[in-house]
């Protein structure tokens, strides 16, 4: 017998059942529910449920991800799943990072956003062109209990973007090993590599 200490928290399960997935964007929620498939829950979207889209005002992936689940199950009372996630460049120091969505403007034009990327870039041609997406899961119940997951996967930047089976900044990303950008990979291809898939599998080991 060792230690004083509390035993350390036991990570709650997710039941079988409906789970709300707290977000808006359509890409995300359509690999988060292939994510999920076959594990006995009725998945659905915020969007379908008519929830407002929260204020990310956190200042973390894992806090605004963390706050858009607490969102969805307070509203809804179920258990509800976030991801916040976001490119980020080591030659911009870190940007677009939790601006990610921000940076596609109101109108959410990642073609937009892609080339904001790439004409900072260029200011310093011979910098370096990583970068790596970040995926925070954060998984709430109504009670108030939260358990959360990080993900990532590193890659190069390639300039013109290339592909158009993905979202967001997927034509841009190479991921580390591959020739393909994510824009042109299918999604389970993506999703076995991908920062959500890392995140994921972290996720599902834990709470099934
Ligand atoms: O796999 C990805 N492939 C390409 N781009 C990605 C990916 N994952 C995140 N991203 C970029 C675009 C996205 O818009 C932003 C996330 O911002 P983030 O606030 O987490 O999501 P969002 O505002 O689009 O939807 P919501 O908050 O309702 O889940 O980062
Ligand atoms: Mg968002």
Redesign the pocket.
Known sequence: MSGEGKEPQAIRKLQPGKLVI????A???R?IAALLEGRGLDVVS??ALDLP??E?TGTT?VM??EL?ARAAADLSGLPAL??????CVDALGGD?G?F???W?GPE?D?GH?MRLVEDKLAETPDAPRDAH????LALAWPDGHVEWFEGRVDGTLVWPPRGDK?????PV?QPVGHDAT??EMDEPA?NEI???GDAFRQLVDAVF
Do not use: M, T
């Not at 997406?133 to 925070?136: D, E, G, R, S």
């Open positions: 707290a977000s808006h964007n890409g995300k929620v690999e915020a969007s889209e929260p990310e992936f605004n991800a858009k976030a991801d916040d996630s976001g490119l677009p939790i990610s969505a921000r596609g959410k990642f956003a997406f970040v995926c925070a993905g979202h967001g900044y997927d990303f994510f824009g993506k991908s920062h959500r």
